[in-house]
Protein backbone atom coordinates (compact mmCIF):
# COMPACT_ATOMS: atom_id res chain seq x y z
CA UNK A 1 0.00 0.00 0.00
CA UNK A 2 1.04 3.54 -0.74
CA UNK A 3 2.40 5.14 2.23
CA UNK A 4 1.03 8.76 3.35
CA UNK A 5 2.90 11.80 2.33
CA UNK A 6 5.76 12.33 4.19
CA UNK A 7 6.03 16.62 2.37
CA UNK A 8 4.40 18.06 -0.41
CA UNK A 9 6.26 19.92 -3.40
CA UNK A 10 4.26 22.63 -4.31
CA UNK A 11 6.22 24.77 -6.31
CA UNK A 12 9.72 23.67 -8.05
CA UNK A 13 12.54 26.35 -10.00
CA UNK A 14 15.63 25.57 -12.15
CA UNK A 15 18.15 28.09 -13.88
CA UNK A 16 19.13 27.37 -17.27
CA UNK A 17 22.21 25.12 -16.54
CA UNK A 18 25.21 26.03 -19.08
CA UNK A 19 28.10 28.47 -18.89
CA UNK A 20 27.18 31.55 -17.25
CA UNK A 21 30.68 33.28 -16.25
CA UNK A 22 28.67 36.34 -16.00
CA UNK A 23 26.93 35.75 -13.19
CA UNK A 24 27.76 34.56 -9.49
CA UNK A 25 26.59 31.38 -7.34
CA UNK A 26 23.84 34.12 -5.43
CA UNK A 27 22.50 35.40 -8.77
CA UNK A 28 22.22 31.75 -10.28
CA UNK A 29 20.08 30.93 -6.98
CA UNK A 30 17.87 33.89 -7.27
CA UNK A 31 16.68 32.52 -10.81
CA UNK A 32 16.11 29.62 -9.85
CA UNK A 33 13.72 30.81 -6.89
CA UNK A 34 12.36 33.05 -9.02
CA UNK A 35 10.83 30.55 -11.51
CA UNK A 36 9.32 28.59 -8.24
CA UNK A 37 7.91 31.87 -6.91
CA UNK A 38 6.22 33.23 -10.23
CA UNK A 39 4.83 29.55 -10.79
CA UNK A 40 3.17 29.66 -6.96
CA UNK A 41 1.42 32.66 -6.55
CA UNK A 42 -0.76 31.69 -3.79
CA UNK A 43 2.38 32.30 -1.74
CA UNK A 44 3.89 35.13 -0.01
CA UNK A 45 7.94 34.28 0.33
CA UNK A 46 8.85 36.64 3.11
CA UNK A 47 6.12 35.51 5.18
CA UNK A 48 5.47 32.06 4.39
CA UNK A 49 9.02 30.86 3.74
CA UNK A 50 10.19 29.93 7.36
CA UNK A 51 13.97 28.36 6.52
CA UNK A 52 16.27 27.62 3.78
CA UNK A 53 18.42 24.67 3.18
CA UNK A 54 20.96 24.72 0.89
CA UNK A 55 23.59 22.23 -1.21
CA UNK A 56 26.65 23.61 -2.01
CA UNK A 57 30.26 21.84 -2.78
CA UNK A 58 32.83 24.02 -3.24
CA UNK A 59 33.55 27.71 -2.02
CA UNK A 60 36.80 27.02 -3.32
CA UNK A 61 34.96 27.59 -7.01
CA UNK A 62 33.90 31.10 -6.05
CA UNK A 63 35.81 31.78 -2.91
CA UNK A 64 32.68 32.66 -1.16
CA UNK A 65 31.78 30.50 1.62
CA UNK A 66 28.59 30.75 4.35
CA UNK A 67 26.32 30.16 1.86
CA UNK A 68 23.06 30.01 3.60
CA UNK A 69 23.46 33.50 4.57
CA UNK A 70 24.34 34.79 1.71
CA UNK A 71 21.96 33.25 -0.71
CA UNK A 72 18.82 34.48 2.35
CA UNK A 73 20.04 37.29 1.66
CA UNK A 74 19.97 37.81 -2.12
CA UNK A 75 15.97 35.55 -2.33
CA UNK A 76 14.63 38.41 0.63
CA UNK A 77 14.90 35.34 2.86
CA UNK A 78 16.67 37.84 6.11
CA UNK A 79 16.57 37.14 9.17
CA UNK A 80 14.86 33.51 8.22
CA UNK A 81 17.70 30.58 9.04
CA UNK A 82 19.70 29.53 6.12
CA UNK A 83 21.99 26.58 6.56
CA UNK A 84 24.44 25.51 3.55
CA UNK A 85 24.53 21.04 3.40
CA UNK A 86 27.49 19.94 2.01
CA UNK A 87 28.06 15.82 0.77
CA UNK A 88 29.86 16.50 -2.25
CA UNK A 89 27.73 15.91 -5.83
CA UNK A 90 24.94 14.85 -3.52
CA UNK A 91 24.51 17.86 -1.13
CA UNK A 92 20.95 19.06 -2.63
CA UNK A 93 19.90 15.35 -2.52
CA UNK A 94 20.35 15.74 1.68
CA UNK A 95 19.08 19.49 1.53
CA UNK A 96 16.41 17.99 0.24
CA UNK A 97 16.39 15.52 3.17
CA UNK A 98 17.01 17.90 5.43
CA UNK A 99 14.18 19.91 4.73
CA UNK A 100 11.72 17.19 4.74
CA UNK A 101 13.14 16.40 8.17
CA UNK A 102 12.63 20.09 9.33
CA UNK A 103 8.83 19.60 8.46
CA UNK A 104 8.22 16.50 9.88
CA UNK A 105 10.18 17.72 13.55
CA UNK A 106 7.12 20.16 13.42
CA UNK A 107 9.68 22.85 13.70
CA UNK A 108 8.62 24.38 10.53
CA UNK A 109 5.95 24.59 7.69
CA UNK A 110 7.08 25.78 4.93
CA UNK A 111 10.91 25.72 3.78
CA UNK A 112 12.89 26.19 0.67
CA UNK A 113 15.30 23.65 -0.64
CA UNK A 114 17.71 23.46 -3.05
CA UNK A 115 21.19 23.42 -4.50
CA UNK A 116 24.02 25.85 -6.20
CA UNK A 117 27.52 25.49 -7.91
CA UNK A 118 29.05 27.90 -10.28
CA UNK A 119 32.21 26.09 -11.89
CA UNK A 120 33.04 27.17 -15.50
CA UNK A 121 35.27 30.69 -14.83
CA UNK A 122 37.74 27.59 -13.68
CA UNK A 123 40.05 25.99 -15.21
CA UNK A 124 39.36 22.02 -15.96
CA UNK A 125 42.72 21.56 -14.02
CA UNK A 126 41.26 23.60 -11.16
CA UNK A 127 37.78 21.71 -10.75
CA UNK A 128 39.25 18.51 -11.16
CA UNK A 129 41.45 19.00 -8.32
CA UNK A 130 38.32 20.60 -6.64
CA UNK A 131 36.00 17.61 -6.88
CA UNK A 132 39.18 15.59 -6.01
CA UNK A 133 38.67 16.60 -2.28
CA UNK A 134 35.09 14.27 -2.44
CA UNK A 135 37.54 11.79 -2.73
CA UNK A 136 40.51 10.30 -0.36
CA UNK A 137 43.01 12.48 0.36
CA UNK A 138 45.67 9.98 1.59
CA UNK A 139 44.96 6.60 -0.89
CA UNK A 140 43.29 7.99 -3.56
CA UNK A 141 44.08 12.07 -4.10
CA UNK A 142 47.63 11.81 -3.29
CA UNK A 143 48.35 9.31 -5.65
CA UNK A 144 46.76 11.12 -8.77
CA UNK A 145 43.76 9.20 -9.37
CA UNK A 146 40.73 11.67 -10.36
CA UNK A 147 36.56 10.97 -10.64
CA UNK A 148 37.37 9.87 -13.94
CA UNK A 149 39.77 7.22 -13.05
CA UNK A 150 37.78 6.09 -10.05
CA UNK A 151 34.64 5.46 -12.24
CA UNK A 152 36.66 3.62 -15.00
CA UNK A 153 37.37 1.09 -12.44
CA UNK A 154 34.19 0.68 -11.83
CA UNK A 155 33.80 0.15 -15.37
CA UNK A 156 35.83 -2.30 -15.72
CA UNK A 157 35.22 -4.20 -12.78
CA UNK A 158 31.73 -4.72 -14.40
CA UNK A 159 33.08 -4.97 -17.65
CA UNK A 160 34.93 -8.01 -16.45
CA UNK A 161 32.64 -9.75 -14.15
CA UNK A 162 29.32 -9.29 -16.11
CA UNK A 163 30.67 -8.69 -19.87
CA UNK A 164 29.48 -4.92 -20.63
CA UNK A 165 30.98 -3.44 -23.29
CA UNK A 166 31.59 0.33 -24.35
CA UNK A 167 28.84 0.10 -26.98
CA UNK A 168 26.05 -0.10 -24.33
CA UNK A 169 28.08 2.84 -22.18
CA UNK A 170 27.67 4.95 -25.34
CA UNK A 171 24.02 4.03 -25.43
CA UNK A 172 23.43 5.91 -22.27
CA UNK A 173 25.12 8.64 -23.90
CA UNK A 174 23.05 8.82 -26.60
CA UNK A 175 20.31 8.19 -25.15
CA UNK A 176 20.74 10.91 -22.76
CA UNK A 177 22.10 13.82 -24.93
CA UNK A 178 18.80 12.73 -27.11
CA UNK A 179 16.66 13.59 -23.77
CA UNK A 180 18.52 16.43 -23.46
CA UNK A 181 17.60 18.07 -27.08
CA UNK A 182 14.20 18.41 -26.05
CA UNK A 183 15.01 20.38 -22.53
CA UNK A 184 15.57 23.90 -23.14
CA UNK A 185 17.25 24.32 -19.90
CA UNK A 186 20.20 21.53 -20.67
CA UNK A 187 23.93 22.79 -20.96
CA UNK A 188 23.98 20.46 -24.17
CA UNK A 189 20.84 19.69 -26.62
CA UNK A 190 22.48 18.10 -29.38
CA UNK A 191 21.73 14.69 -30.69
CA UNK A 192 24.92 12.28 -30.72
CA UNK A 193 25.41 8.71 -32.10
CA UNK A 194 27.24 5.41 -30.76
CA UNK A 195 29.95 6.21 -33.37
CA UNK A 196 30.54 9.50 -31.98
CA UNK A 197 30.73 8.42 -28.33
CA UNK A 198 32.87 5.82 -29.07
CA UNK A 199 35.57 7.88 -31.46
CA UNK A 200 35.61 10.52 -28.53
CA UNK A 201 38.89 11.69 -26.70
CA UNK A 202 39.93 9.27 -24.06
CA UNK A 203 39.72 10.55 -20.99
CA UNK A 204 40.28 7.21 -18.62
CA UNK A 205 39.84 4.05 -20.32
CA UNK A 206 37.06 2.83 -21.18
CA UNK A 207 35.55 6.05 -20.40
CA UNK A 208 35.91 8.64 -23.17
CA UNK A 209 34.50 12.35 -23.48
CA UNK A 210 31.32 11.90 -24.26
CA UNK A 211 31.19 8.97 -21.28
CA UNK A 212 31.69 11.83 -19.14
CA UNK A 213 29.24 14.53 -17.25
CA UNK A 214 29.71 18.32 -18.17
CA UNK A 215 31.12 21.07 -16.09
CA UNK A 216 28.26 22.93 -15.63
CA UNK A 217 27.04 26.46 -13.60
CA UNK A 218 23.47 26.22 -12.16
CA UNK A 219 21.15 26.71 -9.59
CA UNK A 220 17.86 24.68 -8.63
CA UNK A 221 15.40 24.72 -5.85
CA UNK A 222 11.88 23.45 -4.19
CA UNK A 223 9.65 25.18 -2.14
CA UNK A 224 8.04 22.01 0.64
CA UNK A 225 4.83 22.22 2.77
CA UNK A 226 3.74 19.91 5.61
CA UNK A 227 1.12 18.07 3.44
CA UNK A 228 -2.15 19.10 5.29
CA UNK A 229 -1.38 22.98 4.16
CA UNK A 230 -0.22 22.41 0.41
CA UNK A 231 -3.57 23.12 -0.91
CA UNK A 232 -3.43 26.47 0.19
CA UNK A 233 -0.53 27.28 -2.49
CA UNK A 234 -1.09 24.64 -5.19
CA UNK A 235 -4.22 22.13 -6.49
CA UNK A 236 -1.82 19.74 -8.02
CA UNK A 237 1.03 19.38 -5.32
CA UNK A 238 3.93 16.82 -5.60
CA UNK A 239 4.06 14.47 -2.55
CA UNK A 240 7.30 12.98 -1.37
CA UNK A 241 6.19 9.53 -0.10
CA UNK A 242 9.90 8.15 0.30
CA UNK A 243 13.27 9.30 1.57
CA UNK A 244 16.35 7.04 2.21
CA UNK A 245 19.98 8.30 2.70
CA UNK A 246 23.19 5.52 3.10
CA UNK A 247 26.74 6.25 3.84
CA UNK A 248 29.55 3.80 2.73
CA UNK A 249 33.91 4.28 2.87
CA UNK A 250 35.09 7.44 0.99
CA UNK A 251 37.49 5.59 -0.80
CA UNK A 252 36.72 2.69 -3.47
CA UNK A 253 39.62 0.33 -1.88
CA UNK A 254 38.21 -0.59 1.45
CA UNK A 255 34.87 -1.56 -0.31
CA UNK A 256 33.54 -5.66 -1.36
CA UNK A 257 32.82 -4.63 -4.84
CA UNK A 258 33.34 -2.47 -7.17
CA UNK A 259 30.43 -3.32 -9.83
CA UNK A 260 27.62 -1.70 -7.27
CA UNK A 261 27.32 0.95 -4.94
CA UNK A 262 26.21 -0.07 -1.27
CA UNK A 263 25.12 2.88 0.03
CA UNK A 264 22.51 3.66 -3.16
CA UNK A 265 20.99 -0.21 -2.53
CA UNK A 266 20.39 0.60 1.05
CA UNK A 267 18.99 3.85 0.51
CA UNK A 268 16.66 2.57 -2.28
CA UNK A 269 15.86 -0.16 -0.12
CA UNK A 270 14.54 2.85 2.81
CA UNK A 271 12.97 4.76 0.35
CA UNK A 272 10.92 1.87 -1.42
CA UNK A 273 9.73 0.72 2.53
CA UNK A 274 8.96 4.43 3.69
CA UNK A 275 6.83 4.82 0.39
CA UNK A 276 5.07 1.51 -0.01
CA UNK A 277 5.90 0.90 -3.23
CA UNK A 278 8.91 -1.35 -5.22
CA UNK A 279 10.44 -1.07 -8.45
CA UNK A 280 7.68 -1.95 -10.52
CA UNK A 281 5.82 1.00 -9.57
CA UNK A 282 8.25 3.33 -11.03
CA UNK A 283 7.04 5.32 -13.51
CA UNK A 284 10.39 7.83 -14.04
CA UNK A 285 13.40 8.18 -12.74
CA UNK A 286 16.26 10.18 -12.59
CA UNK A 287 19.87 8.40 -11.76
CA UNK A 288 22.87 10.11 -11.10
CA UNK A 289 24.75 9.40 -14.48
CA UNK A 290 28.10 11.73 -13.94
CA UNK A 291 29.70 8.84 -15.73
CA UNK A 292 27.70 6.44 -18.08
CA UNK A 293 28.65 3.29 -16.14
CA UNK A 294 27.20 5.22 -13.07
CA UNK A 295 23.53 4.93 -14.60
CA UNK A 296 24.60 0.92 -15.67
CA UNK A 297 25.47 0.44 -11.84
CA UNK A 298 21.98 2.96 -10.93
CA UNK A 299 19.90 0.96 -12.96
CA UNK A 300 21.02 -2.60 -10.62
CA UNK A 301 21.43 -0.74 -7.49
CA UNK A 302 18.03 0.30 -7.41
CA UNK A 303 16.39 -2.92 -8.28
CA UNK A 304 15.34 -1.95 -12.07
CA UNK A 305 17.06 -5.28 -12.99
CA UNK A 306 19.48 -7.91 -11.59
CA UNK A 307 22.77 -7.40 -11.20
CA UNK A 308 24.71 -7.49 -14.76
CA UNK A 309 21.78 -6.63 -16.79
CA UNK A 310 22.27 -2.73 -16.68
CA UNK A 311 23.62 -3.45 -20.40
CA UNK A 312 20.98 -5.42 -21.73
CA UNK A 313 18.34 -2.00 -20.00
CA UNK A 314 19.65 -0.39 -22.06
CA UNK A 315 20.21 -2.26 -25.58
CA UNK A 316 16.32 -3.37 -24.70
CA UNK A 317 15.44 0.66 -24.90
CA UNK A 318 13.03 0.20 -21.74
CA UNK A 319 15.23 3.53 -20.38
CA UNK A 320 14.28 5.68 -23.04
CA UNK A 321 11.55 7.84 -23.75
CA UNK A 322 9.02 5.60 -25.48
CA UNK A 323 10.44 2.76 -23.11
CA UNK A 324 8.58 0.90 -19.91
CA UNK A 325 10.60 2.56 -17.52
CA UNK A 326 12.33 6.29 -18.66
CA UNK A 327 15.20 7.24 -17.04
CA UNK A 328 16.72 10.77 -17.57
CA UNK A 329 14.11 12.42 -18.98
CA UNK A 330 16.04 15.75 -18.58
CA UNK A 331 18.97 14.73 -20.49
CA UNK A 332 20.48 13.96 -17.06
CA UNK A 333 24.01 15.13 -15.72
CA UNK A 334 25.54 13.80 -18.82
CA UNK A 335 23.59 16.70 -21.30
CA UNK A 336 21.34 18.51 -19.09
CA UNK A 337 24.79 19.19 -16.91
CA UNK A 338 26.19 18.94 -13.63
CA UNK A 339 26.52 21.40 -11.57
CA UNK A 340 27.50 19.67 -8.24
CA UNK A 341 25.66 21.47 -5.42
CA UNK A 342 22.57 21.89 -7.58
CA UNK A 343 22.01 17.87 -8.96
CA UNK A 344 19.93 16.52 -6.63
CA UNK A 345 17.28 19.04 -6.31
CA UNK A 346 17.13 19.61 -10.51
CA UNK A 347 16.60 15.99 -10.34
CA UNK A 348 13.71 16.28 -8.01
CA UNK A 349 12.72 19.31 -10.74
CA UNK A 350 12.62 17.23 -13.62
CA UNK A 351 10.14 14.40 -11.36
CA UNK A 352 8.03 17.27 -10.40
CA UNK A 353 7.60 18.57 -14.02
CA UNK A 354 6.94 14.98 -15.00
CA UNK A 355 4.42 14.25 -12.46
CA UNK A 356 2.18 17.66 -12.98
CA UNK A 357 2.01 17.22 -16.88
CA UNK A 358 4.78 20.39 -17.47
CA UNK A 359 7.64 18.56 -19.06
CA UNK A 360 6.35 19.32 -22.42
CA UNK A 361 7.99 17.76 -25.27
CA UNK A 362 9.88 14.69 -23.13
CA UNK A 363 6.60 14.31 -21.10
CA UNK A 364 5.97 10.75 -19.94
CA UNK A 365 2.04 10.48 -20.16
CA UNK A 366 0.05 9.07 -16.96
CA UNK A 367 3.08 8.90 -14.64
CA UNK A 368 2.41 8.82 -11.13
CA UNK A 369 5.09 7.65 -9.54
CA UNK A 370 8.60 9.16 -9.85
CA UNK A 371 12.16 8.45 -8.19
CA UNK A 372 15.28 10.32 -7.61
CA UNK A 373 18.83 9.07 -7.52
CA UNK A 374 21.64 11.33 -5.90
CA UNK A 375 25.17 9.97 -5.51
CA UNK A 376 28.09 12.14 -3.45
CA UNK A 377 31.74 11.17 -4.87
CA UNK A 378 32.17 7.93 -5.76
CA UNK A 379 29.15 6.28 -3.58
CA UNK A 380 30.23 7.22 -0.44
CA UNK A 381 26.44 9.55 0.13
CA UNK A 382 23.66 8.31 -1.51
CA UNK A 383 20.54 10.15 -1.20
CA UNK A 384 17.23 8.59 -3.28
CA UNK A 385 13.58 10.13 -2.84
CA UNK A 386 10.10 8.88 -4.26
CA UNK A 387 7.34 10.96 -5.17
CA UNK A 388 3.31 10.58 -5.65
CA UNK A 389 1.13 12.51 -8.12
CA UNK A 390 -1.48 13.88 -6.05
Known sequence: MISKPLVSIVSAGLSKFGRHEQYVCRELFTQATKEAFDRCPNLDPIQDIEALFVGHMGESYEHQGHTGPTLAGWTGMLPKPAIRIESACASSGSALRTGIMAILSGLHKVVIVGGVENMTHRTTAEVTEFLAMASDLPFEQFNGITFPGLYALMATAHMHKYGTTEEQLAKIAVKNHHNGSLNPK?????????????????????????????????????????????????????????????????????????????????????????????????????????????????????????????????????TSLKGSLPVNTSGGLKAKGHPVGATGTAQAYEIYLQLTGQAKKRQINDAEIGLSHNIGGSGATASVHIYRRD
Open 186 to 318: AHLQKEITVEKVLSSKPVAWPLKMYDCSLITDGASCLILTAPEIAKKFTDAPVQIIGSGQASDTIGLYERKTLTSLKAAKVASQEAYKMAGVTPNDVDVAEVHDCFTIAEILAYEDLDFCSPGQGGKLIDDGV
